[in-house]
């Protein structure tokens, strides 16, 4: 049983990763941006029973919630909805993934904020980042986040990361990303490049991280769990029509569990 620290456990993502992991046995501290939202969303009755707490750490604000679409912003929509404030558990929910007993810990954080970031990672044995803002720039918050990532894991003593990337940052040709082509929507490239700017600071640090990148196709929150994905290289996948962030927490919470790829990003499909 390990314990696990998850940015951005309130979207589509999160949600997703928190409860794969707690069916697994592991302890999750999950961080939002209102505890008070999450009673009863990972197997709890209520905040504070079923072994859920919540508690304030830090300052507040993994992020509001963003809308995706298909293709190329379909791995946007991954990342976006991955720092919402609770868009993303009532798919969850009708989804059928709840956990029974859960051994969750709920709190308010700040991924950009490396004392709330060291705060709340203390104790732990590895972190997932699944949150983002969609009120700033998306350089400006991923930047700010990877820095804060990077400073405050390492005073916690937490040297493993697994963060959800965008599939857009990986390559159609050698040398060349899908969000380099010309017909690459503009809107995109930006958020795309917030996300870039994320791992210039990853690469340059020490930390054990890896980088899961979803297809850049739509990311169904309904779908249910296979279990079934497999592990690429920094190519674009052959696609599926859809991949389902069931499937992806449970991609997130095997490199947390077995650490398989380092300090690297990776394509994550069916």
């Not at 590895?126 to 983002?132: D, E, H, I, S, T």
């Amino acid at each position: 049983m390990s314990k696990i620290v998850v940015f951005g456990a309130g979207g589509r993502a999160g949600v997703r990763v928190v409860a794969e992991a707690v069916e697994r046995g592991h302890e999750v501290t999950a961080v939002v941006r209102d505890p008070g939202k999450y009673a009863g969303v990972w197997g709890s009755s209520g905040t504070g029973s079923s072994g859920v707490s919540s508690s304030r750490v830090g300052s507040s604000g993994t992020g509001p919630s963003g809308a995706g679409a298909s293709g190329a912003r379909s791995s946007e929509a991954a990342s976006s909805e991955a720092g919402s404030s609770g868009a993303g558990f009532s798919g969850m929910r009708s989804s059928g993934m709840r956990s029974s007993g859960a051994r969750v810990r709920v709190v308010a954080g700040d991924v950009t904020d490396l004392a709330s970031v060291a705060e709340v990672a203390a104790g732990h044995d590895a972190a997932v980042q699944v949150a983002a803002r969609l009120d700033v720039s998306s350089e400006e918050f991923y930047t700010a986040a990877a820095r804060a990532l990077v400073g405050g894991l390492g005073q916690a003593g937490v040297s493993r990361l697994v963060a959800v990337g965008i599939g857009s940052l990986l390559e159609v040709s050698p040398g060349v990303r899908l969000v380099d082509t010309p017909d690459f929507p503009a809107e995109a490239r930006a958020f795309s490049l917030g996300h870039a700017a994320e791992l210039e600071v990853f690469e340059k640090s020490g930390l054990d991280w890896v980088v899961l990148a979803p297809p850049p196709v739509f990311l169904d929150e309904s779908a249910s769990r296979t279990g079934r994905y497999r592990i690429g290289g920094g190519e674009v996948p052959a696609l599926e029509p859809v991949f389902s962030f069931a499937d992806l927490g449970v991609a997130v919470v095997d490199e947390v569990e077995r650490p398989r790829h380092h300090r690297v990003q990776v394509a994550v499909s069916y």
